[in-house]
């Protein structure tokens, strides 16, 4: 179950119960519920914002990431604009700067 009940369109969660589906985007948040949009299996869930079986995914400045693309990020630094978290770095293909 979620402990961060502060839910915003963008952010990135896994699945407590269905680890197959992959990582997923809120893509809907109401009064009541959220709408997460699993892109690996093209399938979305919605969740009661206080029973969602969620962990939500987040790095630490100098952790390695990867994108949807298949390129790396070493994370430099971290911000976070209406809830969601915009990470900074270099990428290792290219060493050009860059955002995830």
Request: charged content about 25%.
């Amino acid at each position: 179950m979620s402990t961060d009940t502060q839910f915003a369109i963008g952010q990135r969660w896994l699945s407590n119960t269905e680890t197959e589906l992959g990582l997923g985007a809120i893509i809907r948040v109401d009064f009541r519920s959220i709408e997460v949009l699993y892109p690996a299996t093209e399938e979305s869930r919605i969740y009661t914002k206080a029973d969602a079986p969620l962990t939500r995914l987040t790095f630490t400045e100098g952790e390695m990431v990867k994108s949807q693309e298949g390129w790396s990020l070493c994370v430099e630094s971290i911000t976070e604009q209406q809830g969601v978290l915009i990470y900074y770095g270099e990428r290792e293909d290219t060493k050009q700067a860059t955002t995830l």
